[in-house]
């Protein structure tokens, strides 16, 4: 029952309108495996270079994340550097030094290769591809992408994508994706590469989720301080695999249910800077605001 | 238990990517109050021109509108000229023509008076006044207004918010008069001004619904052929009034089942031009689109 992310541990330096940090510890992989440690197993596959603190590894181990996937390279750490204006649906990226980051090949260790549920994040879909190639029998996987990778990697994205069951993306790159402006049209024709079903992410505005058979709307949870937006869309994404990973079964009820974890796990990110408000989080906390999603989307049926 | 509306009557002439539409008949009053048909008994009040086609007048009258209240001053009836790229969301006003409108006064026939229901349409703050000046008893009245009037008439508009009950509202807007970029924070300030609740629309992004108890969102009904979103606010409003007219009851429930109906007329207003697509509608394709919105967003909830 096992859950494999594989993509970035990095350090980020964000500033926000309300503050700023400064070396913090990002990257897809961490805010995946932090949201969904909360929910099962996670194991994670990444780099960081010999200049990573340590104190970040005991963080992920006491998460309860497997590292033994996080191969430690010579060279600095992935860094990422960033701005948010009061639109804090857009971040402006200042700086990026892959590092480590610029060699990574992603290598499982042999207990990983047995996990039924995986997550690529938003890496070159040649790696993704490469750490398909090394799982035995995936029973989900879904995969998340990037404007970069659509304008620079076009075909070898859409060949992941024939391997990928659920891709989460955002909502102006489903539309570059898919070349179509109407978002209706555009989730059709990403369904055509491949995908079982695609979640749109939008931001302060929620997801959608499209499958063949379902159309999902959830909204974004309103929050009265959102600090720091970075890592929400991969800690949606920790949110929503780890309760299909633990609730052990995928179909559209559970996948609706695991889209609001997401949503609820995306909120509590943005509460705080890096993983300052995810990590100190209970089952309770998550719960009571799974709930707070429910009286907040809820309206009474018509009688029939 | 009727419900009155006070608003323009224009002839429209918009451009959208899918196609044009000169002279079409359009204006707040009108999407409202065909939208609020489907509900409940109407009461118009606006002003035309002597040149106001005669057809135009025997559609009100077809869909069952009162339109004792609406005037026929000398002069020509007020016209707009709009544009929408791709991005449907931002109408580009290309001229405005207000003729008649520019002296309208609103005189409500004695038979109006005694309206329980009253919806203020996006028109100069001082005349909205006016028209509550004139009803007798209003059990639920509800208003919109737009960034003009926040800029050129904040404290009239400020008066007239304090007899509101109900402010619909864009979103930009809605940040605009409370000057807090954050909606959460947005949405109590205005509740501060007097409204008891306060609708933001957020065009393709649904709406959200503040009250000093409760907080409920509403996603857009995902569509794939946006023609024209003219009139999608107020074909909201009318959808709303008219459900919370039509059950005489108003609390969180209704409010909400009315917000529903609301985003199920806009979701017919954008699929055509003009009032192509909300004229032609019955209850059965209403009641359907409701449950539609049901199955968009409903999922189970955690067991307890």
Redesign the interface.
């Known amino acids: 029952m096992s859950l494999v992310v594989v993509g970035s541990v990095a350090l980020d330096s964000v500033e926000t309108p309300f503050g700023k940090a400064e070396e913090a510890l990002g990257g897809s992989a961490t805010y995946f495996s932090t949201a969904a440690s909360y929910f099962t197993d996670v194991k994670l596959v990444a780099v960081v270079g010999k200049d990573f603190p340590e104190r970040h590894i005991r963080f992920l181990k006491r998460m309860g994340i497997d590292i033994r996937g996080l191969q430690k390279a010579d060279g600095r750490t992935f860094r990422w550097k960033g701005k948010y204006d009061?639109d804090l649906n857009q971040a402006h990226t200042l700086d990026t030094q892959l590092n480590v980051f610029a060699s990574f090949r992603p290598v499982l260790p042999e207990e990983y290769r047995e996990a039924e549920y995986v997550f690529l994040a938003n890496i070159d879909p040649e790696l993704q591809l490469e750490v398909l190639g090394q799982i035995r029998k995936p029973r989900l996987v879904a995969c998340d992408t990037m404007n970069f990778w659509i304008e620079r990697k076009s075909r070898k994205l859409k060949e992941t994508l024939k391997y990928v069951d659920i891709l989460t993306i955002n909502e102006a790159e489903a539309r570059e994706l898919s070349g179509d402006?109407?978002?209706?049209?555009a989730a059709r024709r990403i369904l055509s590469f491949g995908p079982r079903a695609i979640i749109v992410k939008?931001g302060?505005?929620?997801a959608?989720m499209f499958s063949d058979s379902s159309?999902?709307?959830?909204?974004a949870y309103?929050?009265?301080?959102?600090f720091d937006p970075t890592g929400a869309g991969d800690s949606f994404a920790g949110g929503f695999m780890g309760h299909l990973a633990r609730v052990k079964s995928i179909n559209d009820?559970s996948i609706?249910?695991a889209?609001?974890f997401g949503s609820v796990m995306a909120s509590f990110d943005v509460e705080d800077f890096s993983l300052n408000r995810m990590k100190r989080l209970t089952s309770r906390a998550i719960?009571g605001r799974?709930?707070e999603f429910?009286?907040?989307?809820?309206?009474?049926?018509?009688k029939s």
Chains 1, 2 share one sequence.
């Open positions: 009061f402006s109407n978002l209706v049209k939008r302060e505005y929620g959608l159309v999902f709307a959830a909204p309103p929050i009265e301080s959102v009820r609706r249910q889209i609001i719960e799974f709930r429910k009286k907040l989307t809820h309206f009474e049926d018509l």
